[in-house]
């Protein structure tokens, strides 16, 4: 049996056993595996991956809040913003495919939803002060009125 020479394999003469990409992909991830997992297994499996990131602090804070599971398999991972969005895009290949093998499930996805945080109202004035304090309570009123109180 004759081993294979340079020339030959650049000629396109070299003729190898080999996977193709589509093949290779396959039988990495097993795309027809489809195993149930609980949130808690999901949990498990997503803190273990956060874990590793030690190196990259901002994405391991991003992905600190576990996603919820959804129908079908899809992941829904609450965001504050676009940022964050963006940083876990660098990353979403390599998490999707982790947690599938992992999970051994092909049909997990996840899906990044930004959610609006309310911001609470900062209170500059006596007068916005006051009626803050008469909603907690509304007794103030009435020392306002008696010892004649103003605050406007």
Do not use: C
Not at 1 to 26: C, N, T, V, W
Request: charge should be negative; hydrophobic fraction near 35%; glycine fraction near 0%.
């Amino acid at each position: 049996m004759r081993s294979p020479s340079i020339k030959d394999a650049l000629a396109g003469k070299f003729k190898e056993d080999k996977l193709s990409a589509k093949e290779q992909h396959e039988a990495y991830m097993k795309i027809n595996e489809i195993r149930e997992f609980t949130q808690e297994m999901l949990s498990a499996k997503w803190n273990e991956f956060v874990n590793k990131l030690e190196d990259r602090p901002n994405l391991k804070a991003t992905l600190s809040r576990t996603p919820q599971l959804e129908s079908e398999f899809q992941l829904i991972l609450e965001i504050d913003n676009s940022v964050q969005e963006d940083l876990i895009n660098t990353i979403r290949p390599e998490l999707v495919a982790w947690l599938r093998k992992e999970l051994r499930n092909s049909n997990i996805q996840l899906v990044t939803k930004i959610t609006e945080v309310e911001k609470e109202r900062l209170i500059y004035t006596d007068s916005e002060k006051y009626m803050e304090m008469l909603k907690v309570n509304p007794r103030f009123e009435l020392l306002k009125q008696k010892f004649k109180l103003d605050f406007e």
